[in-house]
T-cell receptor
Framework: AQTVTQSQPEMSVQEAETVTLSCTYD???????LFWYKQPPSRQMILVIR??????QNATENRFSVNFQKAAKSFSLKISDSQLGDTAMYFC?????????????FGKGTHLIIQP | EAGVAQSPRYKIIEKRQSVAFWCNPI?????LYWYQQILGQGPKLLIQ????????DSQLPKDRFSAERLKGVDSTLKIQPAKLEDSAVYLC?????????????FGPGTRLLVL
């Protein structure tokens, strides 16, 4: 079974700063997907960024980028020029597409607070 | 494009009562998931449907939880009888494959409080 670990329960930074959220995972699979999801207070989960394990290039979506280290099983999220609207719970998630069962395995989350 | 719809948004029940949640996935999404998110934790997969068939229910407490997806569209998740530890947010999600890309979209969730 796969496990996902987020070791930072809470982080707080000033607006416009850069922040990095950490995630490690454990799997014996070679083909998988990794995700970062954002869950604002009392609002639904939305996808921030996705990384396919077969791709060596790190994914980027505007101010959000990842540092994917496959050998180290590490998948961190960097948020540049942080904004007040980035305040939310951030969840790292793993998916193995093999066999048709492709539900997500989530970490416990990191509560990110952007201070004005 | 309409998102994943869920109802009710909130439910309060007494322990040992039964409760049901409803989910309508994004149109055209063949795969539907139910997750349980206990306060302070990440979501945990309960069951996955592909069309109207079950793909994975290995983490579903089958002595009290049941789910169905008739006609391969809407789905209901039922708890009978509820326990205090079932207090959580129940999230429904649906997914599609586009080329080699895979995305899963979540609904707003149903917040259940068992007293």
């Amino acid at each position: 079974a796969q496990t996902v670990t987020q070791s930072q329960p809470e982080m707080s930074v000033q607006e416009a700063e850069t922040v990095t959220l950490s995630c490690t995972y454990d799997t014996s699979e070679s083909n998988y997907y990794l995700f970062w999801y954002k869950q604002p207070p009392s609002r639904q989960m939305i996808l921030v960024i996705r990384q396919e394990a077969y791709k060596q290039q790190n994914a980027t979506e505007n101010r959000f980028s990842v540092n994917f280290q496959k050998a180290a099983k590490s998948f961190s999220l960097k948020i540049s020029d942080s904004q007040l609207g980035d305040t939310a719970m951030y969840f790292c998630a793993f998916m193995n597409p093999g066999g048709g069962a492709d539900g997500l395995t989530f970490g416990k989350g990191t509560h990110l607070i952007i201070q004005p | 494009e309409a998102g994943v719809a869920q109802s009710p948004r909130y439910k309060i029940i007494e322990k040992r009562q039964s409760v049901a949640f409803w989910c309508n996935p994004i149109s055209g999404h063949a795969t539907l998931y139910w997750y349980q998110q206990i306060l302070g934790q990440g979501p945990k997969l309960l069951i996955q449907f592909q069309n109207n068939g079950v793909v994975d229910d290995s983490q579903l407490p089958k002595d009290r939880f049941s789910a169905e997806r008739l006609k391969g569209v809407d789905s209901t998740l039922k708890i009978q009888p509820a326990k205090l530890e079932d207090s959580a947010v129940y999230l429904c999600a649906s997914s599609f494959y586009f080329g080699l890309a895979w995305s899963q979209y979540f609904g707003p969730g149903t917040r259940l409080l068992v007293l």
